[in-house]
């Protein structure tokens, strides 16, 4: 382990009973780094980040967070002062008001964050005297987050942060965590959402089983970077496709569609012919393999990944 | 860099230490009474409940008195039994209903995962049952002394006493009993079924004849024994211990059994995951 490597997970196991929740993962995040982990229901997230918070042991393997074995109790006070946590489905009490909730929270640490600061920094200054049980759901994770980050936490645990987020304050919510990325604070999150991994992961592990079964960047996981892009476009039924100048790969219907890992080339080939045979081009789309696809595929395709379109 | 290196160890002379943590105990006390309080069908249920209880029985009761008992009217039996059973009320029902909710709704997860010290939770939550149980005694002694007539206790220090074991053997009870309920939909029902029995059972709502079966049974239980030592700081009478310490003697034991449950029972995080 370096000094830069903020936590160390390595080689680690975990049984409940009959059923083998981790074998043997292991993987590292570095500091300033924001490290997304993924995988289906089951596929072991939540047991390695409860190991990394301390709330579990692991039954064998290695843990180090922030340096220290997070398990032990020694130092776990000291080490919960530079931790910062947001848990799933975590309720705060419900009669007190936002401003009220954030200072309890803030008084258990020597160094807390100005209140008033968090509280503008996730946007819930104008509700600072509201009482926390009329916050709406989007309201209340971010003052999740609030809770999370008012110790002014060198690592910042995020375990599914945005579920049952609208996509405005998805995107909102993104933002926030760039901004506290960006000054400095090391972000380990777990999402079901492949396009939350995209925008905000430097790196992701794919968990499957219990197993790492692809660990890197979200552009490049799974050889996204390198593989085929695909090109599809609508020509007139009357067109005639052997004076394409690119070979399709299929067409259904007037939808034509070509894979090439050149799409630059291909597509100025396309638009010149077009215009020179006075043909025009429709629903023009390239794409190459979304993280979602790489997901899918890294996972067995045993549980689709969710879009944000279907938590809507 | 080494392990305990890496941690950066901010702290500062034991005095200071000494200052912080009791900085803690009273800033989780004061949140603890703020949620406590500004939630109004809790609070009632839990204090102002005792007093209507009280109320209603005495208006009923009337002018009787308990002869075997040496003739102490039957109101000042339920100004002492009722102050009882606000202190049973806070922290057995009360407070194993609370720990049920927040463990479910991962509350005690998030406690846990905060740097507050558990020794710091523990006390701290003690505290804000003491004072909880302690307004509720207040607030019934003066319904019996205006409305009612009833004199103040005899012997307040042995009160005091009473209700501080009173508080720690029922809040142990409280948190072992919110092991054993499995989610926040049972606890409510499952908390108020064993609390009406152990109290119908104690003679909380009429006293118990020497000798009689119902008093063999509720001996064995600490709410019997907890409305028995409040009566006896009320009361002058001869034959009637005004420092009941048979009584803390078998709560202090109830005490000890259910906190050994409780360490070894209690789980922070929710059963259903």
């Known amino acids: ?312 | 860099m080494s392990a305990d290196q890496s941690v950066s160890l901010q702290r500062g002379s034991p005095v200071n230490e000494l200052t912080r943590d009791l900085r803690l105990i009273g800033r989780h006390v004061y949140y603890e009474q703020l949620s406590f309080w500004l939630n109004p069908i809790g609070a009632f249920f839990s204090v102002g409940f005792s007093v209507v209880f009280l109320t209603l029985l005495a208006i009923a009761g009337g002018t009787s008195k308990v002869t075997f008992l040496g003739g102490v009217p039957l109101i000042e039996y339920y100004v002492a039994g009722f102050s009882a059973y606000g202190v049973m009320s806070v922290c057995f029902s009360n407070l194993a209903i609370t720990l049920v909710i927040r463990r479910e709704n991962r509350q005690l997860m998030r406690l846990r995962l905060s740097p507050l010290p558990t020794w710091i939770l523990v006390l701290a939550t003690a505290l804000n049952m003491a004072i909880i149980s302690a307004v509720d005694i207040i607030v019934l002694l003066l319904v019996g002394a205006l409305a009612f007539h009833v004199a103040l206790p005899a012997q307040p220090f042995a009160l005091i006493v009473v209700g501080l074991i009173g508080v720690a053997c029922f809040s142990m009870m409280g948190v072992a009993a919110s092991t054993a309920i499995p989610n926040q939909e049972s606890a409510g029902p499952v908390v108020s079924l064993v609390f009406f029995v152990l109290v119908f059972l104690s003679g909380l709502y009429f006293p118990l004849a020497p000798g009689s079966g119902l008093l063999q049974i509720s001996n064995w239980f600490p709410v019997r024994h907890m409305i028995t030592a409040v009566f006896a700081t009320f009361s002058n009478q001869p034959g009637i211990d005004a420092f009941p310490w048979q009584d803390i003697l078998v709560m202090a034991v109830w005490g000890v059994i259910c906190a050994v449950i409780a360490v070894g029972r209690f789980r922070w995080e929710p059963r259903r995951r």
């Open chain 1, 1 to 312: 382990m370096t000094a830069e490597h903020v936590v160390v997970v390595d080689n680690l196991c975990k049984r409940y009973g009959d059923h083998t929740a981790l074998a043997g993962i292991s993987f590292s995040v570095e500091a300033g780094e924001v490290f997304g982990l993924l995988g289906p229901n089951g596929a072991g997230k939540t047991t390695t980040l409860e190991i990394l918070e301390g709330f579990r042991r692991p039954d064998t393997g290695r843990a180090q967070v922030l340096g220290v074995n997070p398990a032990s109790r020694s130092t776990s006070t000291e080490l919960r002062e530079r931790l910062g946590i947001v848990l799933q489905d975590a309720s705060i009490e419900p009669f007190l008001s936002v401003r009220q909730a954030l200072n309890r929270n803030a008084g258990y640490y020597r160094a807390p964050r100005d209140v008033d600061e968090v509280l503008a920094l996730v946007g819930l200054a104008e509700k600072a005297d509201d009482r926390v049980k009329s916050l709406s759901g989007g309201q209340l994770r971010r003052l999740d987050l609030a809770v999370g980050v008012v110790g002014a936490p060198e690592l910042l645990f995020l375990d599914e942060p945005t579920t049952g987020f609208d996509p405005v304050a998805r995107r909102d919510f993104w933002t926030l965590v760039r901004s506290l990325a960006e000054a400095g604070t090391t972000v380990l999150l777990t999402t079901h959402y492949m396009e939350e991994a995209d925008a905000l992961a430097d790196r992701v592990a794919v968990l499957r089983g219990g197993r790492v079964v692809a660990e890197g960047s979200p552009k490049s996981l799974g050889g996204r970077d390198i593989s085929e892009a695909r090109i599809r476009f609508r020509l007139a039924l009357t067109t005639d496709l052997s004076t394409l100048p690119v070979a399709p790969t299929s067409r259904e219907g007037n939808v034509v569609e070509i894979l090439t890992s050149d799409e630059i080339s291909v597509l100025r080939t396309l638009t010149n012919w077009a215009a020179g045979a006075d043909v025009t081009i429709d629903g023009l789309t390239v794409e190459r393999r979304s993280l979602e696809d790489v997901y899918v595929t890294l996972t067995g395709g045993n549980q689709v990944a969710v879009t944000t379109e279907e938590h809507q």
